[in-house]
């Protein structure tokens, strides 16, 4: 019994709680279209669901299906965005959420909205079906991990943090990239090329992650990034050469190991006699 009254207790504080944030919401964000009841759970995991249900695995991917769902969660937001196709057919989403100083370098975050391809016999259900297992609550789905539910997260933090009716200081941009599981070279590569990225004045870049089924999470930089070694090699002196001394050479890797430097190794070759 007395459980039970702390449990009615309990609810009727959530149901004051969520009126009032509610109204929080309302007097903080008039222009916000965002709720509280759009933030719970089973309203997040539907719209991953209708991203995971739009096949974008190569080859032929739907990438304007994908730009129109990114479209609609960005209107859904009062996120301003654009369609950017640097090459035709293959649209790059733009979002941008505007900060309190938008004086300050802007944060990117990044995903892409292409996925391997899937070939169907090998799954347990169908790729794009986005199906969720009622025992387990595993969603099943080509791209779930790699990497929609970032992308959906992003939207999804947003969504909360302006529940909350919080706004950032500086300018959150989110894009949206084609391509990138064949190079990216009609996608996140024109995008980082052009005077758009360059007015966006980035200041730092968040890309793919791995999905945690845990609160923890695993944190890399410098991926793939071979810098940190060096090589010695002696040469010995060749007879008819018209030099004697043994010569040493050593490689040096220019990898800065930068937070988030990728790029790839270079070397440089100086000559040690
Ligand atoms: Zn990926």
Redesign the pocket.
Known sequence: MADQMIRSDYRRRAHHLRALLATAVILLLPTATVTVEDTDSSSIISRFQEYLRINTAHPGPSYNEAADFIASQAKSLSLNFQILEFVKGKPLVLLKWAGKNPALPSILLNS?TDVVPAEPHKWDHPPFQAHIDPSSGHIYARGSQ??KCVGLQYLEAIRKLQASGFRPLRTVYLSFVPD??IGGNDGAAKFANSEIFKNMNVAIILD?GLASPTDNYRVFYAERCLGGWSLKLQVRPVMGLSFTTTLQWRIYSRASRVLGDSGPLSLIWSRLD
Do not use: Y
């Open positions: 892409h790699d990497m990138e599981e793919e």
